[in-house]
Each structure stands twice: as structure tokens, then as C-alpha cells.
Nanobody, 124 residues
Framework: VQLQASGGGLVQAGGSLRLSCAAS????????IGWFRQAPGKEREGVSL????????YYFDSAKGRFTISSDNAKNTVYLQMNSLKPEDTGVYYC??????????????????WGKGTLVTVSS
């Protein structure tokens, strides 16, 4: 199982980034793919989830209104479009996969596989 996150970088406040999560080694359609982040000195928190089988999504409070999650099933890749970025969005962003529907993971835990993160730094 591999989950490869990419697309992080340095951006000014108000800017945008698009993260990608390329998945392999498991049945993509059976899993919920999620984005999580960990800011320096803080606990990891959920950002957004998507089910590739039915397109259902879930946004944690940190992402509502500014971030959009999407899935390209042909490429087994999930994207996170992040707009209007704020310095508090700074952190390492991880993608993860959990077997089952989005609703199983809306509490922010229970994912089965994790990838290495990609660093997002938002300057003020």
C-alpha cells in the first residue's frame, strides 16, 4: 500500500495550493481517502474526506468554505484544493485511507493506511 502526498510548498497568506495523493496497492473504490494535517506543536487534525465510490465528502471545520476535495478514480488520485490560505494552515499534510464509507471517519480517526506528509507553509 502506498499513499504519496505531494504539492506542498511555501505560499503567502491568501494564496492557493493543490495537494495530490496518489494511491496504490489497494482497492481504491472501497476506501475513504482523507487529508489530515499537523501543525508544529499541535495534534493531528482532520481536514477533509472523500469516498471514491460515491463521491461523498466531508469537511472538518478547518476546511469548510476554503478547501475542496476531489477524486480522479482513473488515476487513483485524490486532490485537495486549498484557497484563501492562512498562516494557521501551516503544517504537514498527510493523506490516509480507511476501508468503508466517509461517515465512519468523520470523527477524525480510524484510518487504516497513512502516507508520508507534504509540508505546507503559509507566510503572513
Amino acid at each position: 500500500v502506498q499513499l504519496q502526498a505531494s504539492g506542498g510548498g511555501l505560499v503567502q497568506a491568501g494564496g492557493s495550493l493543490r495537494l495530490s495523493c496518489a494511491a496504490s496497492g489497494f482497492s481504491f473504490d472501497d476506501y475513504t481517502i482523507g487529508w489530515f494535517r499537523q501543525a508544529p506543536g499541535k495534534e493531528r487534525e482532520g481536514v477533509s474526506l472523500i469516498s471514491s465510490s460515491d463521491g461523498s465528502t466531508y469537511y472538518f471545520d478547518s476546511a469548510k468554505g476554503r478547501f475542496t476535495i476531489s477524486s480522479d478514480n482513473a488515476k487513483n488520485t485524490v486532490y485537495l484544493q486549498m484557497n484563501s490560505l492562512k498562516p494557521e494552515d501551516t503544517g504537514v499534510y498527510y493523506c490516509a485511507a480507511g476501508l468503508g464509507r466517509v461517515t465512519l471517519f468523520s470523527a477524525g480517526y480510524g484510518m487504516d493506511y497513512w502516507g508520508k506528509g507534504t509540508l505546507v507553509t503559509v507566510s503572513s
